[in-house]
């Protein structure tokens, strides 16, 4: 961005083009928009499809690699097509390319997991047996954790192919973040939002982080004003944890930090992909040592870690963490 948005110049939005994306992009959008007093024809949306987008019969941590769903809008970024980007910082790789920086954060949604089903009202009220799907790791370990009983199903898609599948009867109950259904308006499928103590969410669920080119001084500028500093201090403090973890996308993690003031309170769980370990601990300190107690955390659980763990989610354990 070379001068201040207007009608003429529009500001470029990237996003994905999920109906979630979409949602996203619009609220940082109109966020923009009433900041700063501008037309939303100063704002254009630019939809970049992404790997994750492209293949959809795969679990998408056998397709590997990182960034599947921001590497071609990071290089949209960086070839000066787009001029901010929009993610689920859920999503994110761990470190974002040179040039690049996330500083700006919307104020940050539910970060709960859903229980959706047509039958059951919760867990506990599963059948031992029953078929429950989904494909992330860690909500896969974190129910074979907790119910080893529970016969676990491969299941992708948005949410209306999730529902489909569950009217088909490929399985009785799924998971989906209560921050996607809430920004869709679907939050007439969730049967019970599921607290952390039960399910420890994943690190940056329900934040929304916006990306921008480093020295890009417009950019910064328009998105300070729309930055949430409570959502920073939480999701920097659980993304350092998560980055000493090396956050591939083959390992289960789970992190949360809650403020209290100036109090930050990290927790963090990780897993045995097949549920038979989980290891978890916490920090408290000043938030603004989040990052720092993040990397603490992090340290702890690898040291308490099993050689098994490390040969089976394939991460080092003595690789030393890239800088904060
Ligand atoms: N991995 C997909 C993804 N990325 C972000 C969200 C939901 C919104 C959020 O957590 O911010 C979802 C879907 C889901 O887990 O239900």
Redesign the pocket.
């Known amino acids: 961005m070379d001068a201040h948005p207007s009608p003429e110049r529009p500001l470029r939005i990237g996003t994905r083009g999920s109906p ?1 994306a979409l949602a996203q992009a619009h609220e940082t959008r109109d966020r923009l928009m009433a900041a700063h007093a501008l037309p939303e024809a100063a704002f254009e949306i630019h939809v970049i499809k992404t790997t994750g987008d492209r293949v959809l019969d795969r679990p998408l941590r056998e397709i590997g690699g990182k960034g599947l769903f921001t590497r071609e809008i990071e290089d949209a970024l960086l070839d000066r097509a787009i001029d901010i980007a929009v993610h ?1 910082m ?2 994110m790789p761990v470190l974002q390319p040179d040039g690049l920086v996330i500083d700006c954060y919307l104020p940050r ?1 539910d970060v709960r997991d859903a229980f959706v089903s047509r039958r059951f009202g919760s867990i506990a009220e599963l059948p031992a047996g029953t078929a429950v799907g989904s494909s992330s790791l860690r909500r896969r370990a974190q129910l074979a954790h907790r119910r080893p009983d529970l016969q676990l199903v491969e299941f992708r898609g948005n949410v209306q192919t999730r529902m489909r599948k569950l009217d088909e009867g490929v399985a009785a109950a799924t998971f ?2 209560m ?2 259904l809430t920004r869709l308006g679907m939050l007439e499928v969730v049967r019970g939002a599921i607290e952390p103590e039960e399910m420890l969410p994943a690190v940056a ?3 929304i982080g916006v990306e921008r080119r480093k020295g890009d001084e417009i950019a910064a500028g328009l998105l300070a004003a729309i930055a949430d500093q409570p959502t920073a201090l939480r999701v920097e403090s659980e993304r350092a944890y998560l980055r000493r973890l090396d956050g591939s996308c083959q390992t289960p993690i789970a992190g949360l930090a809650l403020l209290d003031g100036d109090q930050l309170w990290l927790r963090g769980e990780i897993l045995l992909p097949d549920g038979s370990l989980s290891i978890t601990g916490e920090r408290r300190g000043l938030a603004a040592d989040g990052p720092a107690l993040g990397l603490d955390l992090a340290e702890e659980l690898l040291s308490r870690a099993p050689q098994s763990f490390f040969e089976l989610i394939g991460i080092d354990p003595d690789r030393t963490s890239p800088p904060v």
């Open positions: 979630l689920s859920k999503d949604e989906l973040a921050a996607g669920q329900g934040a």
